[in-house]
């Protein structure tokens, strides 16, 4: 199983930026995915999952209206698309897979994880 994180990097406040994650060595389409994070000197939190198909998805909700989280299950992969990024959006971004249950922010939920892409929003 792996889930490999990508598309962090160094942003200005206000920008944007899409992480990406590739998933193989599962069935993708028979999990939910989920975006956590990081920030220094503080606990993992969920961001954004979707669910196994799709259909529906939940966020943070100091990320509501500034963060979209889609998935291409032909191609195993899951975006996270980020706008109108604030500092405190500075963290780790980690995705994850959770088979289980409903699609939740909770990461005890989730079955795999994948290393994590660094977002810096800084002037």
């Known amino acids: 199983v792996q889930l490999q994180a990508s598309g962090g990097g160094l942003v200005q406040p206000g920008g944007s930026l899409r992480l990406s994650c590739a998933a193989s060595?599962?069935?993708?389409?028979?999990?939910?995915m989920g975006w956590f994070r990081q920030a220094p000197g503080k606990e993992r939190e969920g961001v954004s999952c979707i669910a196994n198909s799709g259909a529906n998805a939940h966020y943070k909700d100091s990320v509501k209206g500034r963060f979209t989280i889609s998935r291409d299950n032909a191609k195993k992969l899951v975006y996270l698309q980020m706008h109108s990024l604030k500092p405190e959006d500075t963290a780790i971004y980690y995705c994850a897979a959770q088979r289980f249950g409903d699609c939740s922010l909770l990461q005890q939920w989730y079955d795999y994880w994948g290393q994590g892409t660094l977002v810096t929003v800084s002037s």
């Open positions: 060595g599962f069935t993708f389409d028979d999990f939910h």
